[in-house]
């Protein structure tokens, strides 16, 4: 029965069994529904990542390890996110040091993800355990005191959640609800999608703290994201036959417009010499061949084509855009003037184009009338 539910949640019978056991210690259990839900869900990632890291080198799939810590960090970063809003909202009196937990954790799975990329790979052993520890210990001691905090403050967290869910800010997918209601025994955690672009593309900028601060350079990326965000949801929604035709429709989509988007940053690095130049245009050529594999992934009919690029692309956003590109931004704020000036001047002389919709979406989330 149980394999019959979790079906096509990519999570192994062998993952099931542990987080049964796991919840029937009370290890992970808070019983407070979303909260359970996202931590079962986060340990059930670590249990993958776990199996595959343990596998012998033979069958061990390398591309599979990276894929799933990225998507450990990826998915605790939101859950984080919830949690640092929810003791923000009902000022819980120890807000700033759980957040700092949240911090440190999160940076310290990235420079674990650097190592692993970069071929390190002997202590993906004490990495597991190091996870499984970590996590454990942070909902016993850390959540629960949050927890208890709130129950005794009586904050009413079923219209708390209802509210961040009609405002689309807490999204569950369909694997994470069945996952739940199968471990938890519950039935009342159904899935919600968020299939608000705009406000998927403003909690992807939020969470991730993305704004460079350059102006077209946010403009574009903004533009990027919500390409990303219109393939998440067709991934996660819609049938095979459409998803396709999205997939295809948004991968020619994003291989131009990165184009286009190089090509104005990497202008703008050079008119203004910029010194990290020749390891940044690197990175960017390294985009443009993997998204040229997914493609032909995707077009050779691979079905899970379209949530690898997603996996991909968001990844990109943390790791490029977060920290490589907001270099830029601190090597040449003072040129922001010039730099403004220079963009005009591209957009007068037809090197450089700005739609309607993508002015309109930079200014829904920075609010600001100008580029
Ligand atoms: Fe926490
Ligand atoms: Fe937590
Ligand atoms: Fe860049
Ligand atoms: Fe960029």
New binding site residues.
């Given amino acids: 029965m149980e394999t019959d539910l979790l079906q096509n949640t990519g999570i192994s019978q062998h993952t099931e069994a542990q987080l049964r056991s796991l919840w029937g210690t009370g290890a992970i259990r808070l019983d407070l529904s979303i909260?359970d839900l996202?931590?079962i869900w986060l340990v059930a990632l670590i249990q993958e990542f776990a199996f595959e890291a343990q596998a012998d080198t033979t069958s061990a799939d390398p591309d599979r390890i990276k894929r799933l810590l990225l998507e450990i960090i990826d998915f605790a970063t939101e859950?984080f996110s919830l949690?640092e809003r929810l003791t923000n909202a009902f000022e819980y009196p120890q807000h700033v040091s759980h957040k700092e937990q949240h911090h440190h954790f999160i940076e310290f799975m990235r420079s674990r993800l650097v190592d692993i990329k970069e071929g390190n790979k002997n202590s993906l052993a004490s990495l597991v355990n190091f996870l499984m520890d970590w996590l454990t210990m942070?909902?016993q001691k850390e959540?629960r005191q949050y927890k208890d905090f709130l129950v005794q403050s009586g904050a009413n967290l079923n219209k708390y959640f209802g509210q961040l869910i009609a405002r689309h800010e807490l999204t569950i997918d369909r694997a994470q609800a069945a996952l739940y209601n199968a471990i938890s025994g519950q039935s009342e955690v159904g899935e919600i999608i968020n299939e608000n672009i705009l406000a998927n593309v403003i909690r992807i900028w939020q969470t991730h703290n993305l704004a460079v601060h350059i102006p077209i350079i946010d403009l574009q990326h903004l533009w990027l994201i919500s390409m990303i965000v219109e393939l998440d949801i067709a991934s996660k929604t819609v049938g095979t036959a459409k998803r396709q035709k999205i997939f295809n429709k948004v991968v020619a989509g994003a291989i131009e417009y990165t184009r286009e988007h190089f090509s104005t940053e990497e202008s703008i690095m050079e008119k203004f010499g910029y010194k990290q130049l020749p390891g940044h245009l690197k990175q960017h050529r390294a985009f443009i061949e993997m998204i040229n594999n997914r493609q032909s992934e995707g077009t050779g009919g691979d079905p899970r084509a379209a949530q690898h690029l997603v996996e991909d692309l968001k990844e990109w956003l943390v790791s490029h855009i977060g920290i490589e590109d907001r270099n830029i931004y601190i090597a040449l704020k003072e040129n922001l003037h010039e730099i403004q000036a220079y963009v005009r001047e591209m957009i007068n002389e037809n090197r450089l184009t700005v739609r309607k919709k993508q002015l309109d979406l930079y200014n829904q989330v920075c609010g600001i009338k100008k580029t």
């Fill in positions: 909260i996202q931590h859950h949690e942070h909902i959540d």
